[in-house]
């Protein structure tokens, strides 16, 4: 069953009299435990794309489904449940919470959206912590960690309340070379062991290749999707 | 629930000079008014038990028309002696009332054989009276016999009257007076002892014997010009002189008006003016807390909530229900107005305790030397700290509203 399906989907910003259509009928699915990336050059429509996925904001036009869920119908109220019921997300500049440390950051989802009693918190949190190599910081908060550190806390976060979604937009932005493939390679490493479909946006030619899929933005259209491994195989 | 104030704790620590000056800020206001409300209560107390205790009485009973007309001390609206029996069986039957003293007043003529000059006499019974105005001999200054009041034959002259006509105690002086008919008498009356003023016309009476009052004003029968009655328990007073009035008003003249009426101290002294602009500056200062508690607050947590935004977009991203965002910034406006009060509670309390310790020594009047020693009821601690925390919270509503109405994707975008 696809995870994500997307048909002639749009959106037009407005501010005062004039209009900015950033996606123009996009129609694409994204499979589960698929690992995708979303390229394009800047204004090209990847973070607003991610965001109608992520039900953080309403298309214009056209239906949106992510995990048979028509997402246009929801309300607000219903988009925060379902964000934390079947979503995780990873952001560009972490956005972890500076006054909780590691662990509570990661423990966040299930105390304030899952409930979860503190007796299963504990192993969850604990359990993707050591899968993403935080658990001896796992004391520590987010200003006494490195950029990448930060990322993988972010990651942890994403994936603690196990998500069927995980939507990163640009999460190796605001790191150096290595840790951003470091990074990603984390990500999908955390899709093998969890099974959770990731989609995440770059402008880094190294990182989209990471990905098995990948679609192309251009002018808020859907210019190419092709596989990783053939843009792989161009650029060797 | 834990875990949201947990947050909200952490948050509140993340400024810490912020927190910590509007705290401040919150704390010395509680400060402020539980020292205030316990210097100006028992400064009011103290008054009140000065005035009612040493010549007032809590409640006072008259015939009708009295307390109207009470400076020209008319002796023709006294209660005779069926009135007066009516309102003794309704007192000594009454379980609330610890005691009841007749008095008559009267105005006349006192003469030290050199010169004459006004006064204004209460003439009680003196067993009855000290049980009425349990410090009334405390105000006697100078007498001839140790610790006693005023016996058939004495009088007991006010202090600046004594001191202007160089009376002393043991001189014997002549007291001449009207009676209602007009016929006027005088007797020699040694003077027992000098009585310092207190606070209001009636605090500069001079004090005889009643029967001694009732040969002067040669009356056939027994009367009496008012009925002074001290309650059980002062915090009943008001509930006392209710049922009194209720009682006493059964009565009625031939034309079907009551005969009596009952006035409680409030209504017989000035100083209830001095009360009520007490508790009038005692109001001010618990407005003017609120308004501290409510402004520093809401600014606060106006500023919280901007420099929060991204923050916000996060919680709102990953899940957290706009209720939930709504009740971790209420959680931190109630932490912020619970440390503060708790705070403002803990130093109010010690000054309370030292003062009371230390007492403040003060005049009033001719007043002097009294000692105040405060305290504070803890109902009124409960009081503030309720208004403290309802006011915090009120004061968070709108920023935390404004937090939970966010569109993530906007407070996500935020710079």
């Known amino acids: 069953m696809t995870l994500v399906r997307a048909e002639d989907v749009s959106k037009t910003y407005v501010s005062g009299e004039v209009e900015v259509q950033a996606l123009k009928a996009l129609s694409f699915e994204i499979e589960p435990a698929s690992f995708v990336s979303i390229v394009g050059p800047s204004g090209s429509g990847k973070s607003t794309l991610l965001n109608l996925i992520g039900c953080l904001d309403k298309p214009t036009g056209g239906d949106l489904v992510v995990a048979g869920k028509h997402v246009n119908a929801l309300d607000r109220k219903e988009r925060a449940a379902f964000r934390g019921e079947v979503l995780g997300f990873i952001f560009q500049s972490f956005n972890l919470i500076s006054v909780l440390t590691a662990y509570e950051n990661v423990e966040y989802p299930l105390v304030m959206v899952k409930n979860e009693p503190k007796s299963i918190r504990k192993g969850m949190v604990l359990k993707v912590l050591e899968a993403v190599g935080m658990l001896e910081q796992k004391d520590k908060r987010p200003d006494h960690l490195s950029g990448g550190q930060k990322q993988r806390v972010a990651v942890a976060r994403a994936l603690v309340a196990r998500p069927k979604l995980v939507l990163a937009d640009e999460p190796t932005a605001n790191l150096d070379q290595n840790t951003a493939l470091n990074v990603v390679r984390l990500m999908r490493s955390m899709r093998d062991e969890f099974g959770t479909t990731f989609v995440f946006s770059t402008h880094d030619p190294r990182i989209m290749r990471e990905a098995e899929m990948i679609h192309t933005l251009q002018d808020g259209r859907l210019v190419l999707t092709e596989r990783g491994s053939d843009r792989r195989k161009t650029n060797d | ?415």
């Open chain 2, 1 to 415: 629930m834990t875990n949201t104030f947990r947050i909200a704790i952490r948050n509140l620590t993340r400024y810490k000079r912020r927190t910590l000056l509007t705290s401040l800020l919150i704390t010395v206001g509680v400060l402020m008014v539980i020292l205030f409300s316990g210097l100006s209560g028992s400064f009011k107390a103290m008054m009140i038990g000065q005035i009612t205790d040493s010549n007032l009485g809590q409640i006072q009973i008259h015939r009708r028309g009295y307390v109207s007309a009470i400076d020209t001390f008319p002796l023709n609206l006294n209660l005779n002696q069926e009135s007066y029996g009516k309102i003794e069986h309704i007192l000594k039957n009454h379980p609330a009332v610890a005691a009841y003293a007749p008095r008559i007043k009267l105005g006349a003529m006192l003469s030290n054989y050199m010169e004459t000059t006004n006064i204004r006499l209460n003439a009680v019974n003196p067993e009855k009276e000290v049980k009425v105005c349990l410090a009334v001999g405390d105000r006697i200054v100078l007498s001839k016999k140790k610790g006693g009041f005023v016996g058939p034959g004495e009088v007991i002259i006010p202090e600046k009257l004594a001191k202007g006509m160089k009376i002393k105690a043991g001189d014997t002086v002549v007291i001449v007076a009207h009676n209602k008919e007009g016929s006027v008498n005088g007797f020699n009356f040694t003077v027992a002892g000098i009585i310092e003023d207190v606070l209001g016309p009636q605090g500069k009476e001079g004090y005889m014997h009643i029967e001694d009052a009732r040969a002067l004003l040669r009356m056939e029968e027994p009367e009496v010009t008012e009925v002074a009655v001290r309650v059980e328990n002062f915090n009943d007073l008001d509930a006392v002189y209710t049922n009194l009035q209720s009682i006493l008003s059964e009565q009625k003249d031939s034309k079907g008006k009551p005969v009596f009426e009952i006035h409680t101290w409030e209504k017989l002294s000035p100083f209830v003016s001095v009360a009520n602009m007490i508790d009038l500056i005692t109001l001010s200062m618990k407005v003017i807390m609120i308004a501290i508690v409510l402004i520093s607050i809401l600014n606060v947590m106006m500023m919280s909530v901007y420099e929060r935004i991204r923050e916000i977009g996060t919680m709102s991203a990953v899940g957290t229900s706009p209720g939930k965002i709504m009740g971790l910034f209420l959680a931190e406006g109630f932490s912020l107005g619970l440390i503060s009060a708790m705070a403002g509670n803990a130093i109010g309390l010690t000054g309370i305790y030292l003062l009371s310790i230390y007492q403040i020594r003060f005049s009033f009047g001719r007043m002097e030397n009294l000692l105040l020693s405060p305290t504070v009821k803890l109902t009124e601690l409960l009081w503030l700290s309720a208004t403290v925390l309802l006011v915090s919270v009120f004061a968070t509503l709108q920023p935390a509203y404004k937090a939970s109405k966010m569109e993530p994707v906007d407070a996500l975008g935020h710079v």
